[in-house]
């Protein structure tokens, strides 16, 4: 489907003009995983690794602007982040994809150690006078997210209710990585705040989805003893639950975020960064 996506979203180029690989390259992960004991390797499986190189992984990204759609309790499309490209020394790895999905939050807090890096989303603001609000909901992982932000160009308070505040031209340099809560029928989609990848890197929302398939389908393929393992329950399986949760997730929602995105390219053209004063003031969306 990612394939599909690339070369609908691709002017003028066929499907000869597509790299061959998964534009993913595993970082060492029979070293990762090596143990004495068959439950210390499995407790290592959120350690597993991963690269970005040509293919079409990078080439996926290209052709959707690494665009994520932005729903603000509510159903419909509010607002649309288009994010910068990746560094290409950037490494990915599985517990930093897991611990940033919304739908995982829950399991993901009770089976590891480490708080999930999101924060929930009340409300957005933006004026040309105040700049651009992110009105946030209490979380473990506030400390951690927020100083981050404040790291590239935001301003982290607290009045009634803790905000994050930043001026358009930080904006435009460094949008907030936003992921949402599917999981109630698709009716209210709630945005959550996450802490950036690595070096401030930003991957959208169906490019995260994109990461845990490639790892799963990895994890499945080339280490089937771990897998089968994990599956059975044997000792160590700590990341099993959320990683079940996890596949089914992939399942259902990366389909319908490139429903969302093929929609959204109908209606107008990608939004410009240029263009982000198009938004009124003080809208709460």
Not at 48 to 61: D, I, Y
Not at 79 to 97: G, Q
Not at 143 to 150: I, L
Request: hydrophobic share 40%; aromatic share 12%; glycine share 4%.
């Amino acid at each position: 489907m990612a394939r599909a996506v690339t070369l609908l979203f691709s002017k003028n180029a066929g499907e000869e003009a597509l790299t061959s690989g998964h534009g993913l390259q595993t970082v060492n992960w029979r070293v990762t995983l090596a143990a004495e004991y068959p439950h210390q390797s499995l407790e290592k499986i959120t350690r597993l690794q991963v690269q970005p190189c040509r293919g079409l992984f990078t080439e996926f990204l290209a052709s959707t602007k690494n665009t994520t759609c932005v729903y603000i309790n509510s159903s419909a499309v509010q607002w649309r982040a288009s994010y910068t490209e990746l560094s290409s020394d950037l490494i990915v790895s599985l517990d930093d994809i897991l611990s940033r999905i919304p739908d995982l939050q829950s399991q993901y807090d009770a089976s590891f150690s480490s708080p999930s890096n999101l924060i929930p989303i009340r409300k957005l603001n933006y004026s040309s006078k105040t700049g651009f609000d992110i009105g946030l909901g209490v979380s473990s992982a506030s400390s951690v997210v927020s100083e981050a932000y404040t790291g590239i160009g935001y301003e982290y308070f607290e009045k009634s209710e803790v905000s994050a505040n930043t001026s358009l031209k930080a904006l435009k340099d460094n949008l907030p990585l936003i992921n949402h809560n599917f999981r109630r029928d698709f009716e209210i989609l709630s945005p959550f705040l996450v802490l950036p990848f690595q070096k401030n890197n930003t991957i959208s929302e169906i490019g995260q989805v994109y990461l845990v398939s490639y790892f799963l389908g990895n994890l499945a393929r080339y280490f089937p003893t771990h897998w089968i393992s994990l599956i059975q329950g044997e000792k160590g399986d700590i990341a099993w639950p959320t990683l079940a949760l996890a596949q089914s997730f992939v399942e259902e929602i990366f389909p319908y975020l490139v429903r969302e995105l093929i929609l959204e390219a109908q209606k107008t053209s990608w939004y410009d960064l240029e263009k982000i004063e198009e938004i009124k003031a003080g809208p709460q969306w």
